[in-house]
């Protein structure tokens, strides 16, 4: 995922991120042939890597082809529970030749995040642990390196959160309206998270409809974040040309988060 950070408005933003979308598929294109830019649910691409840091590599050579460079910020959802094992972490869970070596220590996992964040330009990750897992994201949340959602580790759950906060256990909080119920209970959860200083970014689900509440939503909590998917597809591009349309009707007063996203 990226943030364009350096986009004075929305608007802005939206032609960064498409812009580099179209250029991270020249770069797949190049190096795996047009069968490497096959989108998934999200609209993102999936090319046939062999690491991640392979795919981090590709993103960051689409950035640079854009010419924004320090303006635009790369994300990532780790969804670390899926490839817990007991107290270890398999790198290689999806790989057809396991080799069962591939296990990392929670202590192994901050290692790598760390090196992660000095060798991209990652500004946020999302569920660096499992979701059980509340010594080691405590402890990673405390370095400051990056902004640490919880997503798995919060299930825009009331007492979760609460405990996060309490244990200082992350930064910012990914929520899904229909993990909560009720809009009413999304605005306290917000204001739970906003109250601790937190981020807050509304994200969409994988499978996704074309209803674009959640632009509207993400505007009136004054979220600062938003979790939408690639520039593609008709569910994904409805919350964004939603978000360009509350842009223009609200005019010079609406205000883009830009360098200010974990403040909003």
């Known amino acids: 995922m990226i943030l364009p950070i350096g986009a004075k408005k929305f608007e802005e933003s939206m032609q960064m991120g498409s812009e580099t979308y179209h ?38 050579e689409a950035i640079s082809r854009t010419g924004y460079n ?20 398999d790198l290689d869970y999806r790989s057809p030749h396991k080799s069962g ?5 929670g202590e192994d996992m901050i290692a790598m995040y760390k ?9 946020s990750i999302e569920d660096p642990f499992d979701k059980e897992d509340w010594e080691h994201v405590k402890y990673f949340s405390g370095l400051g390196i990056c902004q640490v959602v919880g997503d798995d580790l919060l299930m825009s759950n ?15 909080l990914l ?9 009413t209970e999304a605005i306290e959860v ?7 200083h937190w981020g807050v970014v509304i994200g969409q689900r994988s499978g996704e409809t074309e209803d674009s509440f959640i632009a509207d ?48």
């Open 190 to 196: 917000v204001k739970m998270a906003k109250d601790a």
């Open 23 to 60: 250029h991270l598929k020249v770069v797949i294109t190049e190096k795996y042939g047009a069968h490497g830019c096959n989108v998934g649910e999200d609209g993102g691409f999936a090319p046939n890597i062999s690491s991640f840091r392979e795919g981090l590599d590709l993103v960051k």
């Open 217 to 264: 939503l993400s505007v009136g909590l004054a979220a600062g974040q938003i979790k939408a998917g690639a520039p593609c597809r008709g569910e994904r591009l409805a919350k964004y040309n939603q978000l360009l349309r509350i842009e223009e009707e609200i005019g010079d007063q609406a205000v883009y988060a830009g360098e200010d996203w974990r403040q909003s």
């Open 158 to 172: 009331p007492k979760r959160i609460e405990k996060a906060i309490r244990e200082s256990a992350c930064n910012a």
């Open 101 to 105: 070596q591939n296990f990392k220590s």
């Open 70 to 89: 320090e303006r635009i910020k790369i994300a990532i959802d780790v969804s670390a529970t899926d490839f817990c094992i007991g107290t270890k972490y």
């Open 115 to 123: 090196e992660l964040c000095a060798e991209y330009p990652i500004t």
């Open 175 to 183: 929520f899904k309206v229909n993990q909560i119920g009720t809009v």
